[in-house]
């Protein structure tokens, strides 16, 4: 029976057979806290903080961002928030960022390549997140790693900011979570190799699909092709799915896909626990989460994921989301 969405606001999500599911928030900005509670997120999945840097002329000062990771956790009371380290270049350039005009910009100095190639301005960062790790429950998250070799190096410099925040005498947590992004399908490949660095891992659909197809997400000319369900994709999710639960590593999906509740049924069948999308999202989620038993819905979910064929794949989803609870 259909029911007010509203209705489901407070409710815990879990499937028929009574299996939780983690239903948790993206964020731009510490305001949109506010609208996160509302919705009923057990938390924040991603606050992306690049849009800190955005729209101003002037870097923020590590005081200032110390500040703004502090509210959200303050204000988040205590439930996790996963604050990943600034996605600045592709589409995201900072006036105050001088770097040139890249040819391919979205395979150019993006995400964590541009924190490594300017460690003062990615160490203020991250001395301003051991910092307000004291005030809640902070998790850090890097993006757009595509090696184990790229993921040591962000991890050194947060064993130096931890370094010197500890001759500084300055208070960080002891334990503060720390995670990696895969949405480069090199990073998908070889995602067992990071296990052992992380404490969880977020998978980032939106460059995965992008990086994955060629296809650019912003170019409107091609966004026919842009394809969540290609075979390609979702081998490369599963295989990151897998490889995360098996190791017993925390996995969650941030990118649209978890926001979409056409894909609902199908991450599930494919093992994901944890979602975190725009707010706005969160109660269409919820619902077919309530409405759906993990047994029922397997055979079909493994006929798509042994699929190779698009048409058959896009059939196959209409039948999995017709399907009763
Ligand atoms: C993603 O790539 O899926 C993601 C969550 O990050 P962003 O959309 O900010 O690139
Ligand atoms: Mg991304």
């Known amino acids: 029976a259909r029911r007010k969405l509203s209705s489901i606001r407070k409710s815990n999500a879990k499937t028929l057979d009574g299996t939780p599911i983690d239903l948790l928030a993206n964020i ?7 609208g996160v509670l509302s919705a009923g997120a057990v938390g924040v999945g991603l606050f992306r903080s690049e849009f800190l840097f955005l729209g101003r002329d002037t870097l923020p000062s590590e005081d200032e961002q110390f500040e703004a990771y502090r509210k959200v956790v303050e204000n988040m009371k205590g439930l996790p928030v996963t604050i990943r380290t600034m996605d600045l270049g592709a589409d995201k350039n900072p006036r105050w960022l001088n770097h040139g005009v890249a040819d391919n910009p979205a395979l150019g100095l993006t995400g964590i390549r541009l924190c490594l190639a300017e460690p003062l301005l ?15 429950k902070l998790q850090i998250l890097f ?3 595509n090696s184990l070799h790229e993921l040591k190096q962000a991890l050194v410099q947060l064993e130096y900011a931890r ?3 500890r001759d500084e005498g300055i208070a960080y947590s002891a334990e503060l979570p720390v995670g990696v992004m895969i949405e ?3 990073a998908a490949l070889v995602v067992g190799s990071f296990l052992k660095h992380v404490d969880f891992i ?3 659909t939106n460059d995965l699909i992008q990086y994955t197809l060629a296809i650019d997400r912003n170019d409107d000319s091609v966004s026919h092709l842009y394809d969540p369900v290609h075979p390609a994709v979702i081998k490369l999710i599963l295989h990151t799915l897998r490889t995360a639960i098996k190791a017993g590593t925390p996995v969650s999906v941030c990118g649209e896909m978890a926001g979409d509740p056409r894909l609902t049924r199908l991450l ?5 626990r944890k979602f975190s999308m725009h707010p706005a999202n969160l109660l269409s989620v919820k619902d077919i989460v309530l ?3 993990l047994d029922q819905i397997a055979p079909l979910v493994g006929r798509m994921l042994r699929s190779e064929d698009p048409d058959k794949i896009a059939d196959l989803l209409q039948q999995l989301n017709a399907e009763p609870a």
């Open 202 to 204: 977020s998978i980032g």
């Open 163 to 165: 370094e010197e925040l």
């Open 122 to 136: 990615f160490r203020a960062q991250l001395r301003a997140l051991l910092r307000a790790s004291m005030f809640g």
């Open 184 to 186: 480069i399908p090199s």
């Open 143 to 145: 993006p757009m790693i």
């Open 28 to 34: 731009e900005l510490p305001q949109d806290v506010e």
């Open 291 to 293: 409405k759906t038993h």
């Open 268 to 272: 599930l069948g494919m093992g994901l």
